[in-house]
């Protein structure tokens, strides 16, 4: 009885998501496996055109580009946030939300402003380059370009790869880090046998948070890569927006959907075997 | 006695304004289990974790068979430790919980697999190997802690309130246990507890701290009959605990009357306190043949024997008799002059302050 009672609670979330991701989910999917005059419903018909468009060499190599730059900007993310995630779990208690909060404050600012503020830090005659000739230092010709791209990405998703990590850091029990060191474990092996195996759920959380919203943004690659190097998500935009196609924009949306959904089942799978490896050495 | 394996000298730690362990002096010899016994926040634990290498000492030195061991790091000392909640490696199974110490040291394969076993076995876990320690009880996690430190072979083992998760059963089968690996081992306990029982069962030598300070070293017994001061006689066992003046070398007045006793060395008409242990206070029937007369004000029965309170004019006896007798008699009693100990005034209070975390 109390049970149905607490179910009823989640009726209206229920209601408001089939009508606001089921519903528009079959809708891209209905879209993607016709074609024709979207505004006439008798002019539309099965059709794989949309699927068809997405094999052409030109559009392969920009979903291509979307993971590689995706892959490599969660790889610097989790580079450099690691160490800062350590960093942050290490520091006295005192001072350690303050630290946290410093590398988070970024997120409260939106993002596109952000982005903007970085087209003018990058640009041919903005600061940074004003900075390097005043130094009498080469000019920095990253913008427009895959490395602004790339340098954007990381700035913009490096909270969410520190953020998982840190936790699981600042978790784990520093008498099982001081029973290491008891048993003649140096820093390093303490480091890679107990904190490292210890910490693969947070870094598995960080890649999936870092890479999923990587691999289909669209503003950073517009503003900042200058449209040289589309990605996968702006591609998706132009169709909605300029090209008006929205079959084969349909069609990238499913086909980045369910490459996501295969590289979070591979992750999580990796998250699995390394906890299940661990406990099954020898 | 077997030489001394490690020295304190004026060992201090401060955390901040609070001066966790004050200038202590200590010395622990091969094969000795030491307790460090006391309440929480008396230093105990501090004390140990200086002698693990996680807390470096601010002032004093630690000495390892005459070698100073202050800046060695942890993982190059001597000494394992069994941690208070046993902080397993909860990504791995037993065997290699146990086998990680060795593994580090780089000791070839065949004979990790040869002592990690002998170890399992010595601790009853044979079988357990490639469980998750997740899935152990208290017990067994805690067999596993132990097996993991001893199976390194250290000079000493530090063990940190190793059985305080543990329920009264299990507490006392492993106290037991314990007691014969360090026999069999022939390997230095040093035991923290601030269960005093426990301290009395297993030790060699019980170390009363409080407050940071050392308030008596000695043998079990000598701790339980001839506490040093008002603070030992009340934390170890039950007792009562009076004040008086000391007369006379053998002569000390209390509740209004001169008793003869063992003690000598006192100023004449000085303060003392006197400890008279609740076994030790004899009740005769008739009160004219009782030094002390008191009227039974309650009785509980706690098994081995009854606890009685007493009132006399001036104050309660607390009193351990396996003959009952009843409440609202009028009963005398009496006290052997070995069975009084006279301690100096001026004790220190217990602390209350909490020392983990």
């Given at each position: 009885m109390q049970r149905r009672g607490r179910g009823r609670i989640a009726y209206p979330y229920t209601v408001w998501m089939v009508i606001f991701i089921v519903v528009p989910l079959f809708l891209i999917l209905f879209y993607s496996f016709t074609e024709g005059d979207i505004h006439n419903l008798k002019d539309l018909r099965f059709s794989l055109n949309g699927y068809k468009k997405v094999l052409e060499p030109i559009y392969l190599k920009v979903i291509g580009n979307s993971f590689v730059l995706a892959g490599i900007s969660t790889f610097i993310c989790l580079i450099i946030g690691y160490p800062v995630a350590m960093m942050i779990?290490?520091?006295?208690?005192?001072?350690?939300?303050?630290?946290?909060?410093?590398?988070?404050?970024?997120?409260?600012?939106?993002?596109?402003?952000?982005?903007?503020?970085w087209m003018s830090l990058l640009s041919?005659?903005?600061?940074?380059?004003?900075?390097?000739?005043?130094?009498?230092?080469?000019?920095l010709e990253i913008m427009p370009g895959k490395g602004a791209v790339l340098l954007g990405m990381v700035y913009n998703f490096l909270p969410f790869m520190i953020l998982p990590i840190y936790t699981v850091l600042s978790k784990i029990d520093k008498h099982v880090i001081e029973a290491a060191h008891d048993l003649g474990g140096n820093n390093v092996i303490t480091f890679m046998r107990i904190i490292l195996p210890l910490s693969v759920p947070g870094i598995v959380s960080g890649i999936t948070m870092v890479f999923l919203p990587a691999v289909s943004t669209f503003v950073i690659s517009g503003l900042l890569g200058g449209g040289k190097a589309p990605l996968i998500g702006d591609l998706i935009e132009q169709q909605f927006l300029s090209s008006r196609d929205w079959h084969f924009g349909s069609s990238l949306s499913i086909i980045l959907m369910v490459m996501i959904l295969i590289s979070m089942a591979v992750m999580s799978r990796i998250d699995k075997s390394e906890a299940e490896e661990e406990r099954r050495k020898i | 006695m077997s030489k001394t394996l490690i020295e304190l000298r004026n060992l201090t730690k401060r955390y901040n304004d609070m001066t966790a362990v004050d200038g202590i002096n200590l010395t622990i010899r091969e094969n000795e289990f030491v307790t460090l016994l006391g309440p929480s926040g008396c230093g105990k634990t501090t004390t140990l974790r200086m002698i693990g290498g996680f807390e470096d000492?601010?002032?004093?030195?630690?000495?390892f068979e005459g070698k100073l061991?202050?800046?060695?790091?942890?993982?190059?000392?001597n000494v394992n430790t069994v941690f208070q909640r046993y902080a397993l490696f909860t990504h791995m199974n037993v065997y290699e919980n146990v086998?990680?110490?060795?593994?580090?040291k780089k000791v070839p394969n065949s004979e990790i697999d040869r002592r990690v076993k002998k170890m399992l076995k010595m601790v009853d876990l044979e079988g357990f190997e490639k469980r998750n320690v997740d899935s152990l009880s208290g017990g067994q996690q805690q067999r596993v802690a132990i097996a993991r430190a001893l199976v390194n072979e250290p000079k000493v083992l530090l063990l940190?309130?190793?059985?305080?998760?543990?329920?009264?059963?299990?507490?006392?089968?492993?106290?037991?246990?314990?007691?014969?690996?360090?026999?069999?081992?022939?390997?230095?306990?040093?035991?923290?507890?601030h269960d005093q029982e426990e301290a009395l069962t297993m030790s060699d030598t019980v170390v009363v701290m409080n407050k940071g300070v050392i308030q008596q070293v000695g043998t079990p017994e000598d701790i339980y009959n001839e506490p040093i001061n008002r603070f030992v006689a009340g934390f170890i066992g039950e007792s009562n605990i009076i004040e008086g003046v000391m007369l006379e070398d053998y002569k000390v007045s209390f509740d209004g009357m001169v008793f003869d006793c063992v003690d000598k060395g006192f100023a004449p008409n000085e303060p003392v306190d006197i400890v008279i242990r609740p076994e030790d206070i004899r009740i005769v029937v008739d009160p004219e043949e009782g030094m002390i007369k008191g009227r039974v004000t309650s009785v509980v029965f706690k098994g081995v024997h009854y606890e009685m309170i007493i009132e006399s004019d001036t104050r309660e006896y607390l009193v351990q008799r396996t003959k009952m007798f009843p409440e609202g008699s009028i009963v005398g009693m009496n006290v052997q002059p070995a069975d009084i100990q006279v301690m100096k005034r001026g004790s220190t209070p217990c602390s209350e302050e909490e020392e983990e975390e």
């Open positions: 779990a290490n520091t006295d208690a005192k001072y350690r939300n303050l630290l946290l909060t410093l590398f988070i404050v970024p997120i409260w600012m939106n993002f596109l402003l952000r982005t903007y503020a041919p005659n903005g600061l940074v380059n004003r900075v390097l000739l005043w130094l009498g230092l080469p000019k | 000492p601010d002032e004093g030195e630690i000495l061991l202050n800046n060695v790091p942890a993982y190059k000392r086998a990680f110490g060795l593994r580090v940190d309130e190793p059985l305080g998760a543990l329920d009264l059963k299990l507490r006392k089968e492993m106290q037991i246990e314990l007691l014969d690996m360090q026999r069999s081992l022939g390997i230095t306990f040093i035991y923290v507890t």
